[in-house]
């Protein structure tokens, strides 16, 4: 699993996919940051009447409901469904669900329909997805991290999806194995956009990746590790931020590998 | 007084109260990103459809016309009902109130039947509608902060509210009471956005303080300080940014409290 | 030139011109950011009902199809129309011309309806423009610095218009003279939306300059010089944009000056 980390990384930094993103309104610039920093490439645009034309050239596809709508739900259907012509990885990140019926039928309804390979969120947020795709419905958004691996384990299979669960330590099943990464820093949390960044990276190195499971890992680990180094230097969220797309920029991929293990 | 900013400020460290942001689109990262470094926890949506799930879970709402059209307007009349509905402050920011009518009247709109706790605004968009607000129109947004303290006390008491005035010493009033605070450095005037953080800290403060009154002072004293700090180690408004969201992290309440004065 | 240069640069700090962006949902905030570190005022908005009232005031209009949508394009005609009704200069970046039809045919319009007084892009969108503005369609996005000058010359006279075209070595041309301007690094494209603000600080410049073309070559020589300054204190693309922002604030105008020559 090392090598393929430390290979998905050099291919995403070599082949600079171009990433689609339909994503909200707050982290647009961060998000697009960080995929220049990886070496990848973002394309952001969400107008119905230009989805086909860039579904046919993009390498992958990154939907985020973080600020969703009507018409960004309408767009992420149209785009969804196009990648699915031209065979581009979808990746979904559920900003929310769990939080409003809207945000949680949304990322159900894309689940569903769209099929994305990879679902990316935090623990709240896929307990919320799992609780209303699962028999019983309900279940309260617990965090804890042992039903987070047996609902996420569940769906992945349910679903034929590798889930991808954000936390001190990040937990990657595609429903069969489990790996974890460990590492970052708090000031994580404190800097909009680095889960839906790492949402994004998940959509980069999907597109280079031998498989989902694969690329999902090779995300989280490149964040770790950057995270990790850039929380050492930094005095706070507001350094933290340009010392973060630095650490990416230069990034240390047997490093980031170290941090996997799977089990 | 002082004592009642530190304690607010330390309360909204403690409570990390959910603000929910209904603002404008040049400012959602660096507003999600203050609100996280002064410890509260940013929430942006605008989908009419989710407003009454989230208005139930949020502890404040903050409303900003800077990018305003006819849906945004639509989300914010929707939002301030619910807002109304469960109880939870709403904190108006009248971007660019003056510069045209639209903005001018949908403040005043929002105002007459959201019916904020606090307005934060500068000189001139609060004359602009102090203007529109009186008896005789047509007033002109001079920047006399003389005439400023007048027309705010008058707003402030006739529609019950408080009303924040940034400048070089910032100006509060309740209509009865007019607090000033000093500090800050004039790079926050070259950083997009600092304004409408203040707003939205603004808002987190007032969720957790005893009187609006004291929220809106509380808001502007932290800026003063973290702004004062960081201008003083910042070589342009570039690199002031990422050091006034670490002063906003490590604020020293006292020095926050100590540049208020009451008269 | 280089006195022109420094005359438009010094006025541009000196006048701090109004700056009405109608621009895309990822570069807001830089763009807003840049032009404030360049002594200009920025001005986002785009409802239909407010621009009217904004042309008005502004001193230039900026329209940048980077997230266009159908609303955003309408916004942009109106505004347009506007802008020509009240002598504002009018300044288009077509992003991602050639990348879908929408962007190339919106572009294009605008070229034909507003008839902006500088068009601002890649060689890849400039050289997309030419070859449906020219008599044979579907050239080739070739970035052949050498055909990108032949195609820029010929729509720069067809439209009566300066096209400047960024890279390595910047090209400007008034179909008739042309300016190259050397420097910058190449963290600029590892950072969104530089690109976006050198289009938006054309529009400061063209408010001040004495002709579109003096005004299109200060903005991209003031790019070049800070550019270069700040690439070489960054580590990487994270610390470029703050310290870029500051060499902006402490621009050098004869430096910018130095980096122009006209062939």
Chains 1, 2, 3 share one sequence.
Do not use: W
Not at 65 to 78: E, F, P, R
């Amino acid at each position: 699993m090392q090598k393929d980390v430390i290979e998905t990384l050099q291919k995403m930094r070599e082949k600079s996919p171009l990433v689609h993103c339909i994503t909200n309104l707050v982290v647009m610039q961060v998000n697009a940051n960080v995929l220049l920093a990886c070496g990848a490439s973002p394309l952001m645009a969400h107008a119905q009447e230009e989805l086909e034309d860039l579904e046919k050239i993009v390498n992958a596809l990154v939907l985020n409901i973080g600020t969703l709508d009507k018409h960004t739900i309408a767009s992420m259907n149209v785009a969804g469904d196009f990648a699915n012509k031209y065979k581009k990885p979808v990746v979904l990140d559920p900003v929310g669900a769990g939080a409003s019926k809207l945000r949680t039928e949304t990322a159900l309804s894309i689940i569903r329909t769209i099929k994305p390979c990879i679902v990316r969120g935090n623990g709240s947020e896929i307990m919320a997805l799992a609780g209303e795709l699962g028999e019983t419905k309900g279940v309260d958004s617990t965090k804890d991290s042992l039903s987070v691996v047996k609902e996420a384990k569940r769906i992945a299979n349910d679903f034929n999806m590798v889930v991808s669960v954000s936390g001190e330590v990040d937990m990657i099943t595609d429903g069969k194995h489990i790996a974890h990464v460990s590492g970052g820093n708090p000031l994580m949390t404190l800097v909009t956009g680095i889960g839906c960044s790492a949402t994004a990276v998940t959509g980069a190195c999907m597109a280079v990746a031998k498989t989902p499971f694969i690329g999902a890992i090779s995300a989280m680990a490149l964040f770790a590790s950057a995270g990790e180094k850039a929380g050492k230097k930094a005095h706070g969220p507001g350094s933290f931020l340009p010392l973060f797309l630095d650490e990416l920029y230069h990034a240390d991929f047997n490093d980031a590998a170290k941090r996997v293990t799977l089990s």
